[in-house]
């Protein structure tokens, strides 16, 4: 279903900077890694950071959120800082293809 919402808006997505959070039993790294073939066939800007949280050390009875951890604040800052850079970067290239077309 993602997959399809993903396809059916492609042309909207490209030229764009995209960042992954994701969540399960191993931080949800087989699904983010699996996003990152699409995003490039999108023509989308992946950043290098992710963050991946675990199901069972971020959660509270494995439904809600409760981190503390500090290193996932500064790995999700890191990942927002990446995504601003690059949309600015890329936002010529999105204002050429619209006079393009």
Same mark, same amino acid.
């Given at each position: @279903?993602?997959?399809?919402?993903?396809?059916? +808006?492609?042309?909207?997505?490209?030229?764009?900077?995209?960042?992954?959070?994701?969540?399960?039993?191993?931080?949800?790294?087989?699904?983010? #890694?699996? *996003?990152?073939?699409?995003?490039?066939?999108?023509? @989308?800007?992946?950043?290098?950071?992710?963050?991946? *949280?675990? @199901?069972?050390?971020?959660?509270? #009875? +494995?439904?809600?959120?409760?981190?503390?951890? +500090?290193?996932?604040?500064?790995?999700?800052?890191? +990942?927002?800082?990446?995504?601003?850079?690059?949309?600015?970067?890329?936002?010529? *290239?999105?204002?050429?293809?619209?006079?393009?077309?």
């Amino acid at each position: @279903m993602l997959k399809n919402a993903i396809d059916y +808006l492609y042309a909207e997505w490209n030229n764009k900077a995209v960042g992954f959070v994701s969540y399960g039993g191993v931080g949800g790294a087989r699904a983010a #890694e699996h *996003l990152r073939l699409v995003a490039a066939e999108l023509q @989308m800007a992946d950043v290098r950071q992710q963050v991946a *949280l675990s @199901m069972i050390t971020e959660f509270r #009875e +494995l439904q809600r959120l409760q981190t503390r951890r +500090l290193q996932t604040f500064d790995s999700l800052t890191v +990942l927002l800082d990446q995504v601003i850079a690059w949309s600015g970067a890329l936002a010529a *290239l999105r204002t050429a293809a619209v006079v393009a077309a």
